[in-house]
Nanobody, 127 residues
Framework: QVYLAESGGGSVQAGGSLRLSCGYS????????MGWFRQAPGKECEGVAA???????NYAYSVKGRFTISRDSTKNILILQMNDLKPEDSAMYHC?????????????????????WGRGTHVTISV
């Protein structure tokens, strides 16, 4: 089991930045990949960014070049640095952990492989 808790959400104006953090605990050694997902009211859950145990990353096309995912394994913290924020980025952001190897490279296909999820942190971008 892995337990995760997000923090760092808030309300900022378009063009601003936010840094989301996710502390995790439990069977951390068995984690193969970690990721950030987001869901706005009335919309489907969307994969934002993922990072595997080798440090390889992938991003949704809509955030590529603006968001950066990183992981500090010594402190058990997953980070999502979000720059040049847009109103379309407003959502509940969840961090998640997977324990299965050989995950798809397509960020859109990753969600079923992530078994453990945090409760989320709100991000609101105003015009």
């Amino acid at each position: 089991q892995v337990y995760l808790a997000e923090s760092g959400g808030g309300s900022v104006q378009a063009g601003g930045s936010l840094r989301l953090s996710c502390g995790y605990s439990g069977d951390t050694v068995s984690i193969t990949s970690m990721g950030w997902f987001r869901q706005a009211p009335g919309k489907e859950c969307e994969g934002v960014a993922a990072i595997d145990s080798d440090g390889s990353t992938n991003y949704a096309y809509s955030v590529k070049g603006r968001f950066t995912i990183s992981r500090d394994s010594t402190k058990n913290i997953l980070i999502l640095q979000m720059n040049d924020l847009k109103p379309e980025d407003s959502a509940m952001y969840h961090c998640a952990a997977a324990m299965q190897a050989g995950l798809p490279s397509d960020i859109a296909a990753l969600m079923p492989f992530f078994s453990y999820w945090g409760r989320g942190t709100h991000v609101t971008i105003s015009v």
